[in-house]
Structure formats: structure tokens, C-alpha cells
């Protein structure tokens, strides 16, 4: 039998929320079918950081890792969706303990998704939810190797010094931002969500999708 999937990725186009002073998406026709030409071929400028994507070390670390280089096995695999919507500005941990028993750590899948909205947004919010850097810290010491959210970023859209994604740099854990989790019950997942080999960007768009363990 087929499992269902779910697709948690937003649409891309050029209405598509951008960090305020990011690259917004656009495109542009290079070729188009005609007399003497067989193909429609297009060129796509954007940031990688728009819509579904995964932040590569380099984003927040100087000396990080290109996303090209970055191992995959933390974006494929058993993972657990937790819904935290009202939670405020920052996921502490009494909004997703419901869906973790610490006391049972191997029963922890290796990524969680967090849900924040009812709905996701199709503008940019600049009041977006983030997790407290003691959440993540929490979710490393319990085995998690890859975090999950549906807003624009784990550190608040005002944040100067992205104590979150520090975190997940000394941990050594990865991020997926601007996931879309608006259809998806809580419970657990297989996700697969693989970033572009792209050998010198700070991150890569992915095409992020739940599928069901059975």
C-alpha cells in the first residue's frame, strides 16, 4: 500500500515572505517555445532561505560548512510533529513537553517539527514564534539531531545575537525554517526533506514532505 504524504512545504513565487531586505523570489524566461526553439528554460533568482529550506552552519558560523557539505542523514528519517500554536514569542519547554517523555529518551525521534500557527502566514510576520535556546538545548541532551518549525526562523526576527542557532551550532544540530504543518496532526512521521548540493551557499531550499510510518 501507498503511504500518504503530506506536503509541508509553502508555494514559491514572487508574493512568497521574505526576511525583511532578503532576496525575494523572481524569474525570467530565457528561452521560450517557438519557431526554432523546442523548450521552455527559465532562470530563478532568489535567496536560498526562501520558502521550505535548511540553514547550513555557514549561515550562522564564519568558518561553517557550506549546505553542499553537510551530511543528509539528519533530514531523512523518523520525526515527530508537536503543536505549540498560542505558545507566544518563544517554544519554552511547557509547550512541547506533552509530546515528550524525557524520562524515555530513546523513545525521542531525532527531529521535531513545531507548530506554531493556526495558519500559516502569506506575509512576512515580524512577531513570528522562535524556540528559547533552552528548548533546543533540552531536545540535544535527549539525542534530537534536526529542529523543525513553520515560521521564517528559530530566533526571533528581531534578534542580534541568534542564541538559538548558536545553540544548534555548538550541539551540532540542524534547522528547517518556513515549513508549513497546518494539516498535520501531532504525532510521528518519516520526514524527508533534502537540501540542494549547492558547494558554497549558506542554505537550500528543500522540498519538505511527511510521510506516513505505515
Not at 20 to 39: F, H, K, L, M
Not at 130 to 146: C, F, H, N
Request: net charge negative; hydrophobic share 40%; with cysteine.
Amino acid at each position: 500500500m501507498t503511504r500518504q504524504i503530506w506536503d509541508i512545504s509553502p508555494p514559491i513565487a514572487p508574493s512568497s515572505p521574505v526576511f525583511p531586505g532578503d532576496t525575494a523570489y523572481s524569474q525570467e524566461w530565457c528561452a521560450t517555445i517557438g519557431p526554432g526553439c523546442p523548450v521552455n528554460v527559465s532562470a530563478i533568482h532568489l535567496s536560498p532561505h526562501v520558502g521550505a529550506h535548511a540553514d547550513a552552519p555557514l549561515h550562522y558560523d564564519a568558518q561553517g560548512a557550506a549546505i553542499g557539505a553537510v551530511d543528509l542523514n539528519a533530514f531523512l528519517g523518523p520525526c515527530r510533529v508537536i503543536h505549540a500554536m498560542g505558545c507566544g514569542p518563544l517554544i519554552e519547554w511547557q509547550h512541547i513537553e506533552h509530546a515528550i517523555n524525557s524520562d524515555l529518551p530513546e523513545q525521542v525521534p531525532e527531529r521535531i517539527l513545531v507548530r506554531t500557527y493556526q495558519t500559516a502566514p502569506t506575509s512576512w510576520d515580524p512577531d513570528l514564534a522562535a524556540y528559547a535556546p533552552e528548548t533546543v538545548q533540552k531536545l540535544a541532551d535527549l539525542g534530537v539531531k534536526l529542529i523543525g518549525i513553520d515560521t521564517a526562523s528559530i530566533d526571533p526576527a528581531t534578534s542580534k545575537t541568534l542564541d538559538s542557532h548558536m545553540v544548534i551550532r555548538q550541539r551540532g544540530l540542524r534547522v528547517l525554517e518556513n515549513l508549513v504543518l497546518d494539516d498535520v496532526a501531532e504525532g510521528d512521521y518519516e520526514l524527508i526533506a533534502l537540501p540542494l548540493k549547492l558547494t558554497q551557499a549558506d542554505a537550500s531550499p528543500v522540498r519538505a514532505i511527511l510521510r506516513a510510518l505505515r
